[in-house]
């Protein structure tokens, strides 16, 4: 548009007065007509820059002129374009470089938000009392509206315990144990018992058996508690479903042991969610791409993945290690990045595959 103009302005310079004044008769003639055909209720819609450009033409002339003019709007209209126009001019010029307040440093919000995920009872004048403190100068204002930005909650509704939150306070002490039923390719049903650690994700496939009976259990589960004992395990509670096949014996002898026996409600999974996750991924990585001929391969395919899942296999919870391998150190070398060397090893014919750095 101001390209647009300038050229028009260029236009009249050769143009003569009598060219102009008929030019001008012609342009206030259009405009009656505009008027006549429109109404005097009629509004005509400007864009930005055509108000500044009509009110920085207009600006010169004197009022009285100003009056006699065909104008489709209002002479008070075209004024206060004039003055919005002076406006936005003077704010640019007088406007500060970095308006408000300067922005909180970065180190300072990674330790606020550290602060209330580490406390989650901490409102905001408390981890402000926290940062006074430390020698840290934040207005509580400010630790508010960090807060906010992340989106986290009050105070009361941060401090609120799940059972997720209650399962990790408590892992180290956790057990849970769960049955596993299958069937082989001679018709024969069979059923798994397994446990695993909470804090550890260490699982221990106690047996499999056709006929899960009161005595089978209760003596995988002595088994289980020498071992325990054994490893230094010191467990205090164990979870499991109320699955007919556990016999009140068992809860006695764990009971013995220390260990107290914990029921999980009726048709609620969730609330044996980590011995459920693993139940799937013995399904998916195990029982449903082998094909077990009877009790004895079974038993032998189990083996093989326990040792697969204590030993290898990755884990989230862990960080990526695996329940009795810590996690290696990351590989800094460039040399030894660009020549790696990675062997396969095979575990039970090719479904489970382990993969290492060669010697």
């Known amino acids: 548009m101001t390209v647009t103009n300038a050229f028009a302005a260029l236009r009249l310079l050769p143009m003569?007065?009598?060219?102009?004044?008929?030019?001008?008769?012609?342009?206030?003639?259009?405009?009656?007509?505009?008027h006549r055909q429109l109404g005097d209720d009629a509004r005509v819609r400007f864009a930005p820059e055509d108000r500044a450009f009509l009110s920085a033409l207009l600006a010169s002339l004197p009022r009285e002129v100003l009056r006699r003019l065909r104008l489709l709007v209002r002479l008070d209209t075209v004024l206060r374009w004039h003055r919005d126009l002076m406006k936005r001019r003077h704010t640019r010029i007088c406007r500060p470089k970095r308006p408000g307040r300067p922005p909180t440093v970065r180190s300072i919000r990674a330790l606020i938000l550290r602060l209330v995920r580490e406390n989650p009872g901490w409102g905001y004048r408390r981890v402000h009392g926290e940062l006074t403190t430390l020698g840290i100068k934040v207005a509580p204002s400010t630790v508010w509206e960090i807060l906010k930005q992340a989106g986290l909650d009050p105070a009361p509704e941060r401090a609120s315990t799940t059972w997720a939150d209650l399962l990790r306070s408590q892992a180290d002490?956790?057990?849970a144990?769960?049955?596993?039923?299958?069937?082989?390719?001679?018709?024969?049903?069979?059923?798994?018992?397994?446990?695993?650690?909470?804090?550890?994700?260490?699982v221990r496939v106690l047996g499999t058996t056709a006929h899960p009976t009161a005595s089978w259990v209760t003596q995988a589960i002595?088994?289980?508690?020498?071992?325990?004992?054994?490893?230094?395990?010191?467990?205090?509670?164990?979870?499991?479903?109320r699955d007919g096949k556990f016999p009140a014996l068992m809860d006695a002898i764990l009971a013995e042991a220390g260990i107290k026996t914990v029921?999980?409600?009726?048709?609620?999974p969730r609330m044996n969610s980590i011995m459920e996750r693993w139940v799937q991924s013995c399904r998916h990585?195990?029982?449903?791409?082998?094909?077990?001929?009877n009790e004895r391969h079974l038993r032998h395919a189990l083996r093989e993945y326990e040792q697969?899942?204590?030993?290898?296999?990755?884990?989230?919870a862990l960080n990526q290690a695996a329940p009795l391998r810590p996690a290696p150190d990351p590989i800094t070398d460039p040399g030894r990045i660009?020549?790696?060397?990675?062997?396969?090893r095979d575990r039970l014919g090719g479904i489970l595959h382990e993969y290492s750095h060669a010697a």
Do not use: P
Request: proline letters at 0%.
């Open 173 to 175: 002490a956790i057990l």
């Open 263 to 268: 029921l999980t409600g009726i048709r609620m």
């Open 177 to 202: 144990a769960d049955f596993i039923e299958t069937v082989t390719l001679n018709g024969q049903r069979q059923y798994i018992l397994a446990i695993i650690e909470h804090a550890t994700r260490r």
């Open 338 to 344: 660009a020549d790696l060397n990675i062997r396969r």
């Open 285 to 293: 990585e195990l029982l449903d791409r082998c094909l077990v001929w």
């Open 16 to 34: 003569s007065d009598r060219d102009k004044d008929v030019e001008i008769l012609v342009l206030r003639h259009q405009i009656t007509v505009l």
């Open 308 to 316: 697969f899942y204590n030993q290898h296999r990755a884990h989230q």
């Open 222 to 241: 002595r088994n289980l508690v020498i071992d325990l004992n054994d490893a230094g395990c010191r467990a205090r509670y164990l979870i499991r479903d």
